[in-house]
């Protein structure tokens, strides 16, 4: 009877192991839940909820997909390789950032609090994602895998300047990082350009001996184009603003600039199809929000103006492109340009119930 009542006991207790096993295996599943979509051309993304379209117009809309964290993303972050983006939040709650990994054929996303809270300059080459923190002293480098679990994490401490990381690009896998300075005994800016292997061991470190601040960079090919953002300050203290790119090629180690026309640019981005650059005028400064191309056959230049966006009302748009139209998403409206035919078409947001629109996948 004892070894029968032992039996049934551990029988028993073998059930609700393996009870508990699948309630546990369910919850994973659950938490790990992917969306389910078909395929689609358009998705904008909501504080909560992300719109899916079958069309470029806005006309088909599929449907919501409910958006289980609701974080804003920071326009400036994305990294985009193959069927993933990576990007960080703007401060959520407690002043927290995360870091985020976008599977953009499900349209799923995976957040994790970043190191050192947040990710200055971040990229991914689509296995991992590099990301830094900056500090009075130091600069965190954080390597993360495609779980967003830290693999590795270096530390370069300031030797005589402070030292503040603006972006990285990959040129023949190795990140190349802008890196703003300041001199502490002399008191005067610089800008370097940190090669490093993807263990963040500084392999090279290239001195542009530029007293402005470059803030954003893009690589064509082995040359770097780099956004003056500003060049000091006027007789009344107030920023100046920058007119060029610097044209670093990364083989010659030879600088060349190229003037811009419009005043205080900021991001830039590179049209492959169209081999121009496309710059980001900051909307407060001049009044509007506004873009330069720069054609690099003939370095011939033009605006587009978005016109009936008050800069007092509205944020910078999100900026992306497809063949020759480049969308220009802002909270409510999402505006196409034509770079063809230079012409601008305005949709509203309002149908869908879209507030907080701030990132958009075209296909």
Known sequence: MILKSNK???NFMLMLI????????????????????????????????IAVFDDYDLNEFKDNISRKEKYIYWAESFSEV????TAKTRDTSGLKRYVSRINKENLSETFKLAEGND??????????????AVFTD????????????????VTVKN???????QQFVIVDNYLYLLVTTLDLSTQIPNVEIWKMDKEFNIVEKYNLDETSAYMRMVNVGDVLYIVEALSGRNSDGEYKSGNKLLVFDLKSQSKNYIDIPDKYPTNIHYDAKNNQLIIENEGLYNGEFSFTTVNLDNLEKDIIHLEGFSTEQYIAPYF???????????????????????????ISLENYKIKDAHYLIVR
């Open 119 to 132: 990710a200055y300059a971040s990229i991914t080459d689509g296995d991992y994602l590099y990301a830094t």
């Open 320 to 346: 992306t492109f497809k063949d020759n139209i480049y969308y220009f998403l802002f909270n409510d409206s999402l505006v196409k340009y034509d770079i063809v035919d230079k012409k601008q078409t305005v």
């Open 159 to 165: 030797d005589g300047q402070l030292n503040a990381s």
């Open 8 to 10: 049934r006991t551990i």
């Open 18 to 49: 393996s009870a508990c096993c699948c309630l546990i295996f369910l919850s994973a599943c659950q938490s790990n839940k992917v969306n389910s979509v078909d395929d689609y051309k358009m998705a904008i993304w909501d504080s909560d909820k």
């Open 82 to 85: 193959g069927s993933y983006s």
């Open 138 to 153: 130091r600069i965190e480098f954080y390597k993360y895998d495609n779980n967003l679990e830290v693999v590795t994490n």
